[in-house]
Nanobody
Framework: QVQVEESGGGLVLPGGSLRISCVVS????????MGWYRQAPENQRELVAK???????TYADSVKGRFTITRHNAENTVSLQMDMLKPEDTNNYLC????????????????WGKGILVTVSS
């Protein structure tokens, strides 16, 4: 069994900062890619940032220069530092991790957190 749990989120003013974090736990052999998507009501889910186990990072164009993703392989955690937040960043943010489990012979499986709300508003 693999669990993905997010923390952080909340209400911030435009131009402010917020840090959200995610921890992956359970029967894990290896975590490959992990990162964050976001999805507002009636919108499609979009990739915000991701990082491979080797450290290759991808950011959405809309957050480049403002967001920083950090991964700690030994702890199976990933964090997203969000600076210079804009109202359009308001979303439900979902952590994901691509995991190879110890419990079977299956290949990698993508696991998702429940999501946390980030609201940017005056």
């Amino acid at each position: 069994q693999v669990q993905v749990e997010e923390s952080g989120g909340g209400l911030v003013l435009p131009g402010g900062s917020l840090r959200i974090s995610c921890v992956v736990s359970g029967s894990i052999f290896r975590v490959n890619d992990m990162g964050w998507y976001r999805q507002a009501p009636e919108n499609q889910r979009e990739l915000v940032a991701k990082v491979s186990r080797g450290g290759s990072i991808t950011y959405a164009d809309s957050v480049k220069g403002r967001f920083t993703i950090t991964r700690h392989n030994a702890e199976n955690t990933v964090s997203l530092q969000m600076d210079m937040l804009k109202p359009e960043d308001t979303n439900n943010y979902l952590c994901y991790a691509v995991v190879v489990s110890n419990t079977g012979s299956l290949g990698a499986t993508t696991y998702w957190g429940k999501g946390i709300l980030v609201t940017v508003s005056s």
